[in-house]
């Protein structure tokens, strides 16, 4: 009588993914990406093999690894040495086959074995490692943080940046970054900053400074007074400016009726004004002075009559009926400076000889916008 034996087909193991049966252990072990793909992370980015996975962080990026200690250790973005925690094995069986009581046994042992975990890991239900998430429910960043396989990361709000602990967050102070961040003056503030400028400007978007006119916002000056703004003020000056023997003609303009009174005397002088920034670039064109009233045959000279003692400025002649004043030296303000433009009329033939002055009042800004 022949017996028949039956015979037992082979048990196979399926893993995770991420993961592969070793024989030898009979165990799955992780399986490491970055040495087994090739270009596993693109641009440059170092390739972080973890637990059932890779993943890709830039070459300065550092993670931080929580021992539980308060001070957590910064480890930079570089695979990890290939040794892995063994996690259990799911057998699959093929047919009707039914393992014997000592497989049996000793697969159910090697499943309800208590599996070690590396730190940021933790086992499940199924002895599988899973990732703990640092992040909640007590995060331990001051602001943002962003959990990852196995740690997490830490980042600070606008305006912030993370301190050596790489936890916590500290004020970044943008007014020291550049002297260029407001026009005058750089204000910081938590997570941001601002500007503010001087006395008679007001802000214009978020770092420029403007002018106020003063003279359109309300009456600051007497009735009997104009208004005239320059840069960062105003001032306030006589409507009639004429002083004996002149008479006032027209706005601004003075003249002397009596020609005994006026010898040696302009027959008129006109009163202007303007404003400059205070150290404008040079040379400059800054004001142009022509001739109201043009004769044939007339000759006109222009110079700068009084108010030039330093040099400061130029007249350049332009044309017979004009001439523009040059300054050749920056002016520093807040000042006042008062110049007489002089221009002679003269006809040879008919031995005819005139003057007339501008008495120019430039203003000078205390600030350079």
């Known amino acids: 009588m022949v017996s028949a034996q039956q015979v037992d087909e082979p048990v ?38 973890h637990y059932g996975g890779y993943f890709c962080l830039p070459q300065n990026a550092q993670i931080i690894i929580s021992n539980g200690e308060e001070e957590p250790s ?4 570089r695979a990890p040495p290939p040794h892995f925690i063994p996690l259990p094995a799911v057998p699959h069986h093929r047919g009707n086959y039914q393992p014997t009581s000592n497989q049996a046994t000793s697969n159910q042992a090697r499943l309800t074995s208590s599996v070690q975990c590396p730190v940021g890991f933790t ?8 990732d703990v998430n640092e992040c909640v429910p007590n995060s331990p960043c001051q ?40 026009q005058w003056q750089c204000v910081n503030q938590p ?9 008679g400007y007001q802000l214009q978007g978020t770092r420029m400074c403007q002018d106020i006119n003063e003279c359109e916002t309300g009456p600051n000056c007497r009735e009997d007074q104009m208004c005239w703004n320059y840069f960062g003020g105003y001032r306030c000056y006589p409507r009639n400016p004429c002083q004996e023997p002149y ?38 064109d800054i004001f142009q002075i022509q001739a109201t009233s043009v004769f044939p ?31 050749t030296r920056p002016l520093i303000g807040p000042r006042e400076h ?11 033939a008919l031995s005819y000889r005139s003057s007339s002055v501008l008495r120019l009042t430039i203003i000078v800004g205390p600030y350079t916008f």
């Open 191 to 199: 997570g941001s900053y601002s500007c503010i400028c001087p006395e």
């Open 123 to 130: 086992a499940d239900d199924f002895n599988f490692c899973r």
């Open 297 to 327: 045959n007339m000759h006109n000279t222009f110079r700068i009559k009084a108010g030039n003692e330093d040099g400061q400025f130029f007249l350049r002649r332009s044309s017979n009926v004009s001439a523009m004043l040059v300054m």
């Open 247 to 284: 008479v006032q003609t027209g706005e601004g303009r003075c003249s002397c009726q009596s020609l005994s009174a006026c010898r040696g005397l302009p027959p008129s002088i006109v009163y202007k004004y303007m404003s400059i920034t205070s150290e404008r670039s040079v040379p400059a």
């Open 338 to 348: 008062v110049l007489d433009l002089e221009m002679v009329t003269q006809n040879s």
């Open 12 to 49: 196979t193991y399926s893993c995770t993914e991420g993961y592969e049966f070793n024989v030898d252990d009979q165990e799955c072990k992780d399986i490491n990406e970055c040495e087994t793909l090739p270009d596993a992370c693109k641009g440059g980015m170092g390739c972080i093999n």
């Open 143 to 182: 602001h943002l943080c962003y959990n990852l396989p196995g740690s997490f990361m830490c980042q600070c709000d606008q305006g912030y940046e993370l301190t050596p602990d790489q936890l916590s967050c500290h004020d970044v102070d943008e007014c020291l970054m550049s002297s260029y961040m407001c």
């Open 74 to 77: 910064l480890t930079p973005t």
